[in-house]
Every structure is written in C-alpha cells, then in structure tokens.
C-alpha cells in the first residue's frame, strides 16, 4: 500500500471510537459487559443475561446487591440524573436464572506449585479462583469462620444474605480450592512457614480494625468500634452488652451500616453523628442515608465528639458543632465551635470513623501507613518477590468489585512471575478506566425515569434483619433494561449501506485489517459514493471518502492507468466522448443588445 | 477588450437530458447578465472520481484552457459536482451557482406562480457534494416558491441529504449496492414526486421508484399535475443526441 493511501487511513485506525466499549463497560473495574446483559434482559434473554455476567464476576447475586456500581456513576443517563439501575438488573438475573450447574469449572491442567491466599473476602477469592484455573493448588487461609469477608462480617445481613454468600462462594470449593476457615495466619500458623512452604502468596486480608477518636472516656465500656460491631452481629446474630440508646460516630457507608444494625438489634434510639453538613457531603450513599431516616435513626450533621462521660460505663456524649470539614487546600482539617456544644444521653457509642490494617503478623512484610502493606502498584507485589498483597490490606478502602479485580491483577503478577514472565508489560485497563467514547443522548430521547426495585415496608425491616430491598419484577427488569441507550459511536456505519455491507464493525477495524492484508477489493473504495455522510455524522469528522479515494488513485496507477471496475469501462467512453469536438464548445459573449432568440431543437 | 465577463457551464448531464432548459437559460442570463458566454464540456469530475488523477489534470487543463480563452472571470455552474471541482481547480475565477444567480436576476416573469394550481408536492433532493452550501438550499426554495409548486422536505435534507446513489460513480461499479441506495433515499420521502437540481440525481430518484423532474423542467416548461406525462430514463443514444442538441443551441443563441 502507497503511504498517501496509509496516510488517509491511520488516523482512522488509531482514533475512529466505533470499537470503542461503553462507559458502563470500561467503569467496570472486572470489565463486565454490561451493555451486553442489560440488552439481553431487555431481549428477555435472562439465561444468556446472566451467563455474560458470569463470564466476569463469580458472585452476581453478592453484586447484584452490594456493588457500589460505578458503571451507574458513570451511565451515560447519569448526566441527566438517570442512571441504569445496573446492578439490580444483575441481580434479577442472577437471583432468578442462575444455575450452579451452568457454572464454569474448567481449568487448566494441574501445576506442581502451590498458593497460598490469605483471606477470602472479594480480592483473595479473585485471586485464588484465577491461580486454580491456571491449574495451581490453592489454599486460602481465612480467620473467621465464614467465607467472604468484609461480605459475610462486615456488610449486614439486611442488604447481603449470608446464604447467597455461602452458595456462590461454593464455586471455590468445587473448583478445588482448599479453604482453611477459623485459621489466622501469624496465630493458627506461622506467616514464615506458609512464605517457605508455598512457591506464591496472597495477601488479601482486608482491613478489619477499627479506629476510636482519641477524645476522653473513649475506652469507657460502651465506647466500641464499628468492625468489632458488626462483625459480632454477623457471627452471632446479637451484640452482648448491647443498650438502648446507641450513638454511631461517622459518615460513611460503615456508619450507616452499624445505625441500621442498631435499629434491627431493637435499639429506642439510635443518633448518627457526623461532621459532614448535609446528606450530600456524607461519604454514605443517598439512598442509604435516606432509608436509615426511615427507619427512624436521628441524624445529627455538623456535630463533632468533645467527649464521652460516665462514671464506669458510657452514659452521655458531649457533641461541639463543626464549622469546617476540609481546609480551603482541600485537606481534611476539621474545625469547631467550642462553644456550641451538645449532650446526647447514650448507653453506647460506636466509632465508624475508617479502618486500619491488622498487619502485624507478617513481620517481613513491608507496611506503611495504617499497618497498610506496601506493593508496586502495577504487579501489587510486596518487597518479598514471591508475596503479593492486594485489596483493603493495601491501600484506600476500594468497593467489592475493586477489591476483586486486584484480586485478579495480583493473581496473574503471580502467575507471571512463576513462569518467569515480564512483569509489566501489557497490563492496562486492568482496573476501571475512561472509554475513548463521546457519544451524546439522542435528541429525541425522553429520559424516562430510572425504575425503583421494591422495598421491605419499615415496619418490618425495623424489627429484623430480612432484606430490605426486594428486587426488581420481571416488568419493572425488562422496563428498566430497555432504558439502556446502547452507547456506541458506529453513526457513519448506521448512515452508510456501503459501510454496512463492507465494513459492518466500524471504519477502524476495516482500514486495520486492510492496511494488516496489506491489499483491499476494489469493490469496496469504488462502492464508497463520496457523499461525505459519514463525515457529517462522524464525531471526529474523519473523512473516508478520501481514504477511499486515495485507494482509487492507487488501484489505477496500478492498473495502467484505468479503474480497476469493469463497469467503469462505460465511464471511459463516457468521458472520452464528453471531451471531444463533437460534443464541446464554448462561445464568448455577444456584443450589443440582447435580443430574443427563438427556441432551436428544444423537446425532449 | 474581452465582452466576456461570465461563462455559463452547464456541465454535461443537464445537457444530456434537457437541451432546451440549457438553451433557454443562457438566454435568460444574456437577457439579465450581458456579456454572459458559455463552454459546454464536461468538467472531468468523472475521471477524477475513478482515481485516473493525471488524467483528470489533462482533461481539467482543457476546461481551463477555454474559460482562459474567453478571458471570463465568473463561471456560472448548473452542476453541483462541476461546482466543487470548478472552484477548486479555477482559483482565478469565480465560480457561482445557478442556484444563487437565478433569485438575484429573478425568474422569467411569466413562469412566476405556475405551479400554483399544481396538485403535485415535490420532495425536494439536494445534491450531497453541496451539502455545506446553505445558499444554494436557500436559492432552490426559493425557486420553488417563486414558481408556487408545494414542497416537501425529507427527514435527511439540506446540510444532511442523503447520496442519491449515483456518486463516486458507484451505478457502473456496483450497481446492486447503487439501486439500495437510490431505494434508501426514496423510501423516507412521503410524496411520490420528486424535485432534484442534478440530472444525475434525478436520474436516481427515478431508479428509486419516484417521478421526478429536474427544477429547470419546472422553471422552463409545465406547469407541471398528476396528469402530466413524467420524462422516463432516456436511452444512451438519446442522451448524446441531447448533447449535441445542447451544443447547436449554445452556438446559435451565441452565434
């Protein structure tokens, strides 16, 4: 191919956005094809919805429910405060299609190394389900004795039930993964004997211990932490010692999780403390906040802790109001107004104000702040070149979905490095990334609105932990997956026949392979009519016209100087004849006045 | 001292299929422009959209060649596609449509309103190669109005026309994929007639299953109902027979 043909097609080949993923799908940090499932469920295709999300995501029903979805945050329909109500879509899949016998249990063949994972919560259990399907023997180590972490004892029960845990956690124990539960690591077993005794290690122990604000009577019995909470909860189904009057301490997702637990535990009163000033700045999601003022639980924003009172256990917290959360630099620098102060009468006070990492067992580790393991951020390994350390235990608090796909980068640096492989190179887009799509909402879309799954009236949610949130009907799901705009560019291909017929993906993949075969059928640039279309309608108002054109100019230097078409043959006399005598002429202006000339050789 | 300031360039398609609406055009232009010549050949935008690009110099340096002779600093173009290429192979020249001259000198008085009566709506095509000329839209309605017919504007109209099917000369190369695009273009047009201002387009409207007619054959005959008799496909034969017509008028009326 002549460079001026090359020329007109690289920019297209490096920036045409036709194969370009939606911005749900590049959000995804697993990278689950979202678009695809949702228009499956609009289809009514549920088994087939839910055999796309499996291909990514092992706990669907678990996702389906928790996932803090950044695909919604970044839905095209979000821009118009709208957004795909993604992950229920998921769940109603997967709630209602999935079949463990449809699950995929292949792997490779058996290796000779051993893994050892330590915790199973989200990022370990990625990581050992992809060591076990490269065929390596995998142990995972976990210290409580219940599978999935901040999942099983952290999140409660009311939003994840422990039997939906438990049953999609099975695929590990039918994968061939061993599982050691109740077993700490640095307690149970030695951390240097599983360094010696495994080729590889995972460290994904999450981050389950609390923080208290350093303010007095903060070790007064009563005075607990959040992790400790509801970790007891979750195990126990109670909390021994609990009050009647509880105060949560804290604005984020943990905070609202122990309010909520407090209510269902039978509290009379639960008060939920935080410096932020409205439900807007608060870490929690919207809509969690908003259901645990349904339930009755007493915001209190703006209002910092001075201290807690009691003679031998809590009985009252003095709250100062707070003027400031972040500095003008953005810093988180609180500031208040001692003298505005406030006594909240409590038997209780839980700190929900961040978690640290219990890392102390792996003494040859190293670790920064927060007891927080240190890694290389693009192969998460540790300064031990056979330990790797991915999740909460390595930086800041990352949702479930994240926490697996580190999970699964940590998982294939392992895999790398026991076979000797390079490291670091070809590893992008292995979190969640921006598209190169810019597509905008059609014109004539109506945005409708974002349908709500059902919900557990109040009155029982307050008095137990059954789930709160009911799912969507298969209406409101093939309602709510019909929503989706289907983001893509293609709009030349749309407009085009020609390019529908020739080029039916899009002009990027087109031109690629053109210019890889090094050759194209001459059908196709002689197909192209050159009416520009494509360009109108082409986001970067690339013009295939003259790509085509320049393959034309090509094909006829190569083919002694005549079209290649052997239609074109008539265009050949055609022009032969148009510039001959017989056929031409030009005439100068007449001088003087104009007068009428009578009609000559007229009709048709 | 040359008379000619301006050439009319009719192209080589509306010759072919309507002599007289070129003769009666010049005629027009002498009558509200003086010192209008003309140059009946073909631009050689043919050549150029086969990729025979020297050739194409050859033959262009031809037309350049006769608007030199002739001294003309304004080129009068009735094809859209010897618009695009006139202009940009004549910098020298001026190169203006027939679209915008004709609302400037008027139409002939007597066809103002013809179609009044008409009880024909024609869907109007614009020509895709000027999309982006928003005057030449303008000036083909007001045309239109001038002549009184009704009109329709398709969905993909204007600056977003569809190709008629024709261009790129796509109808030799690949006819089947031509004759879907000439089919794609009528189906989104409510009227079964159809008003181009390109012979080849209307050419493709025909072929797409509509009566059409070239606006010239609106201005320089009808008017123009149901009951009229529509100009078919016209053989080979028969379009250089025009042609030649085309050539005997121009040197008569500029005898």
């Known amino acids: 191919m002549k460079a001026d043909t090359v020329r007109e097609m690289l920019p297209v080949i490096e920036d045409c956005m036709g194969d370009a993923p939606p911005y749900c799908h590049t959000a995804c940090p697993m990278h689950t094809d979202v678009k695809g499932y949702v228009n499956l469920i609009a289809e009514g295709k549920y088994k087939e919805a839910i055999q796309t999300i499996r291909q990514k995501l092992f706990l669907p029903k678990s996702l389906g429910r928790v996932c803090a979805h950044p695909c919604e945050e970044h839905c095209k329909r979000n821009e118009v405060g709208n957004a795909m109500s993604i992950a229920s879509l998921k769940r109603f899949a997967a709630d209602n299609y999935d079949d463990e016998f449809d699950w995929d249990v292949t792997r490779e063949p058996d290796r000779p190394e051993k893994i050892a994972v330590i915790g199973s919560g989200p990022a370990g259990a990625q990581a050992a389900l992809d060591l076990r399907r490269q065929g390596y023997s995998v142990t995972v180590y976990e210290k409580h004795p219940v599978v999935g972490g901040m999942l099983y004892v952290g999140?409660?029960?009311?939003?994840?039930?422990?039997?939906?845990?438990?049953?999609?956690?099975?695929?590990?124990?039918?994968?061939?993964?061993?599982?050691?539960?109740?077993?700490?690591?640095?307690?149970?077993?030695?951390?240097?004997?599983?360094?010696?005794?495994?080729?590889?290690?995972?460290?994904?122990?999450?981050?389950?211990?609390?923080?208290?604000?350093?303010?007095?009577?903060?070790?007064?019995?009563?005075?607990?932490?959040?992790?400790?909470?509801?970790?007891?909860?979750?195990?126990?189904?109670?909390?021994?010692?609990?009050?009647?009057?509880?105060?949560?301490?804290?604005?984020?997702?943990?905070?609202?999780?122990?309010?909520?637990?407090?209510?269902?535990?039978?509290?009379?009163?639960?008060?939920?403390?935080?410096?932020?000033?409205?439900?807007?700045?608060?870490?929690?999601?919207?809509?969690?906040?908003?259901?645990?003022?349904?339930?009755?639980?007493?915001?209190?924003?703006?209002?910092?802790?001075?201290?807690?009172?009691?003679?031998?256990?809590?009985?009252?917290?003095?709250?100062?109001?707070?003027?400031?959360?972040?500095?003008?630099?953005?810093?988180?620098?609180?500031?208040?107004?001692?003298?505005?102060?406030?006594?909240?009468?409590?038997?209780?006070v839980i700190f929900a104000i961040g978690q640290g990492v219990d890392s102390d067992f792996a003494t040859s580790v190293e670790v920064g702040r927060g007891g927080r393991f240190v890694v290389d951020e693009k192969t998460l390994q540790t300064n031990i070149r056979k330990v790797f350390a991915c999740g909460d235990g390595t930086g800041i608090s990352l949702m479930a979905v994240e926490a697996m796909a580190e999970g699964r980068i940590a998982a294939e640096s392992l895999h790398r490095y026991l076979n000797l492989k390079d490291m670091r190179i070809q590893r992008d887009h292995e979190r969640g990334y921006r598209t190169n799509l810019e597509t905008s909402i059609p014109a004539d879309d109506t945005n409708p609105e974002r349908v709500n799954t059902r919900k557990l009236d109040i009155a029982t949610r307050m008095r137990s932990f059954t789930e709160v949130d009911l799912g969507f009907s298969e209406e409101q799901a093939v309602e709510e997956a019909s929503r989706c705009l289907q983001c893509e560019c293609r709009l030349c291909v749309k407009e085009c026949l020609m390019l529908q017929e020739f080029s039916p993906d899009c002009p990027k993949k087109y031109f690629k392979d053109a210019l890889i075969a090094g050759e194209v059928d001459p059908v196709v640039p002689y197909s192209c009519n050159m009416c520009g279309t494509c360009t109108l309608v082409c986001p970067k108002d690339f013009k295939l016209q003259d790509a085509f054109m320049n393959m034309r100019k090509e094909m006829v230097m190569n083919n002694g100087g005549k079209s290649p078409m052997k239609g074109h043959k008539v265009i050949d006399m055609h022009q032969l004849l148009s510039f001959s005598r017989l056929f031409n002429t030009s005439r100068p202006a007449r001088n003087g006045t104009n007068q009428p000339t009578a009609p000559t050789g007229g009709g048709k | 001292m040359s008379t000619?300031?301006?050439?009319?360039?009719?192209?080589?398609?509306?010759?072919?299929?309507?002599?007289?609406?070129?003769?009666?055009?010049?005629?027009?232009?002498?009558?509200?422009?003086?010192?209008?010549?003309?140059?009946?050949?073909?631009?050689?935008?043919?050549?150029?959209?086969?990729?025979?690009?020297?050739?194409?110099?050859?033959?262009?340096?031809?037309?350049?060649?006769?608007?030199?002779?002739?001294?003309?600093?304004?080129?009068?173009?009735?094809?859209?596609?010897?618009?695009?290429?006139?202009?940009?192979?004549?910098?020298?020249?001026?190169?203006?449509?027939?679209?915008?001259?004709?609302?400037?000198?008027?139409?002939?008085?007597e066809v103002r309103g013809i179609g009044k009566d008409s009880d024909i709506t024609f869907a109007i095509h614009d020509s895709c190669s000027t999309r982006y000329r928003p005057d030449i839209h303008e000036g083909i309605r007001w045309i239109m109005d001038e002549l009184g017919y009704k009109y329709e504007e398709p969905a993909?109209?204007?600056?977003?026309?569809?190709?008629?099917?024709?261009?790129?000369?796509?109808?030799?190369?690949?006819?089947?994929?031509?004759?879907?695009?000439?089919?794609?273009?009528?189906?989104?047009?409510?009227?079964?007639?159809?008003?181009?201002?390109?012979?080849?387009?209307?050419?493709?409207?025909?072929?797409?299953?509509?009566?059409?007619?070239?606006?010239?054959?609106?201005?320089?005959?009808?008017?123009w109902t149901s009951k009229t008799p529509f100009p078919g496909a016209g053989s080979t034969v028969e379009s250089w027979k025009n042609r030649r017509k085309a050539k005997k008028s121009i040197e008569k009326v500029l005898a």
């Open chain 1, 155 to 348: 999140i409660p029960s009311y939003r994840l039930p422990r039997e939906i845990i438990n049953a999609e956690y099975s695929l590990l124990h039918r994968m061939g993964i061993k599982i050691k539960l109740a077993t700490e690591v640095g307690k149970d077993i030695p951390f240097q004997e599983i360094v010696d005794t495994y080729d590889g290690v995972v460290i994904a122990i999450g981050a389950h211990k609390g923080f208290k604000l350093p303010v007095n009577g903060k070790d007064l019995p009563g005075a607990i932490q959040a992790v400790d909470f509801l970790r007891e909860v979750s195990l126990t189904g109670t909390y021994k010692g609990f009050g009647k009057r509880i105060t949560v301490i804290g604005g984020g997702n943990v905070a609202l999780d122990s309010a909520r637990t407090a209510v269902r535990l039978g509290a009379e009163k639960v008060h939920l403390v935080c410096l932020e000033k409205d439900i807007k700045e608060m870490f929690a999601h919207d809509w969690e906040v908003r259901e645990a003022l349904e339930e009755g639980v007493i915001l209190h924003n703006s209002w910092g802790t001075e201290a807690i009172k009691g003679d031998d256990k809590v009985e009252q917290i003095i709250l100062k109001k707070c003027i400031q959360v972040f500095d003008p630099k953005g810093r988180f620098n609180p500031a208040y107004d001692e003298g505005c102060q406030e006594i909240v009468e409590t038997d209780m």
């Open chain 2, 156 to 223: 993909h109209t204007k600056m977003t026309t569809l190709c008629c099917g024709f261009g790129g000369m796509v109808l030799p190369a690949n006819p089947d994929l031509a004759q879907r695009i000439m089919k794609n273009r009528t189906s989104e047009v409510q009227s079964d007639y159809m008003v181009t201002y390109c012979a080849a387009c209307r050419m493709s409207m025909m072929m797409g299953g509509k009566q059409s007619l070239h606006i010239l054959d609106l201005v320089f005959g009808g008017p």
């Open chain 2, 4 to 109: 000619t300031k301006r050439v009319f360039f009719p192209g080589c398609s509306l010759p072919s299929y309507n002599p007289m609406a070129v003769q009666k055009t010049l005629v027009h232009l002498q009558n509200h422009l003086p010192g209008t010549g003309a140059i009946l050949k073909c631009c050689g935008k043919p050549t150029k959209a086969l990729g025979q690009i020297d050739q194409f110099k050859k033959r262009y340096a031809g037309v350049q060649s006769e608007i030199d002779r002739l001294d003309a600093e304004e080129v009068i173009v009735a094809c859209q596609s010897c618009f695009l290429t006139l202009s940009e192979y004549s910098p020298k020249q001026k190169v203006r449509s027939l679209w915008t001259i004709l609302p400037e000198i008027g139409l002939p008085e």
